[in-house]
């Protein structure tokens, strides 16, 4: 297992340094820059990055932002304080998200949001398989 993390401040600015810092750990962990699966992984942090500048920066001042690769699979972490998960099963997101499971769905991946690990807030997590892992 690979693992990257970043924590940004919930400021438009981070979008920029959180995918910077995600290319940077993709191109570690054998993913080719400009690929595919790259591209699609960098929209997803910009997407999760700029939802929770948008929607968390009242509750949470930063989130943070994770890189892992493990049994054939690319997660996208993102995770704030802010107390509202959304429910993805009602359909009642926005494009942006929309768009996040459809690049998963691309890869035969998922999107879910779990409850943050140290009591407040939310993670989203998104999964991708790696081309080639079955």
Do not use: C
Request: charged share 15%; no cysteine; proline share 6%.
């Amino acid at each position: 297992m690979r693992r990257h993390a970043i924590t940004v401040p919930l400021l438009p600015p981070s979008v920029r340094i959180a995918r910077i810092s995600t290319a940077e750990a993709l191109t570690s962990f054998g993913v080719a820059p400009g690929s595919s699966l790259a591209d699609a992984a960098l929209l997803v942090v910009s997407e999760l990055v700029s939802n929770a500048v948008r929607h968390a920066a009242g509750h949470s001042p930063d989130a943070e932002v994770t890189v892992t690769v493990a049994a054939g699979h690319l997660v996208i972490g993102v995770g704030d304080q802010d107390p509202h998960v959304m429910d993805l099963a009602s359909g009642a997101t926005g494009e942006g998200l929309r768009t996040v499971a459809e690049l998963a769905a691309a890869y035969d991946g998922d999107v879910s949001v779990e409850p943050a690990a140290r009591g407040r807030g939310k993670t989203v997590l998104v999964r991708f398989q790696l081309p080639g892992a079955q």
